[in-house]
């Protein structure tokens, strides 16, 4: 079973740019749940998308948008890159059923953004 | 709002050694997680802990979670080098919060572990 797949691995943007972010979540899974990571703030959740529909949003401006589409795939868009908008991107999938959304968690290897 | 904190934050610790990592965090939740993460690595789930009292164990690593005291320990027995990594504990309040919290871990600031020969 293929797991949690994010594209690209690394990318460098400037400031003021914009750039988009794919997860493919594993196969069944509806939920994707994204992050963000920096030496910093440690891990931060950005949002959760569960059927196309946005669920769940954290404390970030509104340069962070996301969305999902049918197949569950989720993008996210950052606009307007800032320099402290340099960190790891993680997304999360899951069955996102039950009491318990997150069941159990299963992340991607990352986006590393770097913004110069 | 909910904080979830871990201590140590840095643990160097011998190759045979014992060491327990604690997770404390502010809020009733009864499911808590532990992540590892190499670096530049995702993160790789190691426990899910379901309600109080709950232990699991894998290998030299044991987690438990103690409700009452919104405490989680992980304990490493016998320390080898390739337990070297940073561990996350996280709390998942969903089903406290009417649903608001949906696919939001809200995570401890991490672990640091090297394990030394």
């Known amino acids: 079973k293929a797991g949690v797949t994010q594209t690209p691995r690394y990318l460098i943007k400037t400031r003021g740019q914009q750039v988009t972010l794919s997860c493919s979540p594993i196969?069944?899974?509806?939920?994707v749940s994204w992050y963000q990571q920096t030496p910093g703030q440690g891990l931060q959740f950005l949002f959760e998308?569960?059927?196309?529909?946005?669920?769940n949003k954290g404390n970030f401006p509104g340069r962070f948008s996301g969305r999902q589409f049918s197949n569950s795939r989720s993008e996210m868009n950052v606009s307007t890159l800032e320099l402290g908008d340099s960190a790891l991107y993680l997304c999360?999938?899951?069955?996102?059923?039950?009491?318990?959304?997150?069941?159990?968690?299963?992340f991607g290897s990352g986006t590393q953004l770097s913004v110069l | 709002e909910l904080k979830v904190e871990q201590n140590p934050l840095f643990l160097s610790m011998q190759e045979g050694k014992n060491y327990t990592i604690y997770c404390n965090y502010s809020t009733t939740s009864d499911r808590l997680y532990w992540y590892r993460q190499d670096p530049g690595k995702s993160l790789e789930s190691l426990f899910v802990?379901?309600?109080?009292?709950a232990v699991k164990q894998e290998g030299r690593l044991m987690a438990s979670l103690d409700t009452k005291a919104r405490l989680s320990t992980l304990h490493i027995t016998a320390a080898v080098h390739d337990l070297s990594a940073t561990y996350f504990c996280a709390v998942d309040i969903s089903p406290f919060t009417g649903g608001t919290s949906y696919g939001k871990l809200t995570f401890g600031q991490g672990t640091i572990l090297t394990v030394h020969p």
């Open positions: 802990l379901l309600s109080n009292g």
């Open positions: 999360a999938s899951s069955l996102g059923t039950g009491g318990y959304t997150n069941e159990k968690l299963f």
């Open positions: 998308y569960f059927s196309e529909t946005q669920r």
């Open positions: 196969s069944g899974h509806r939920s």
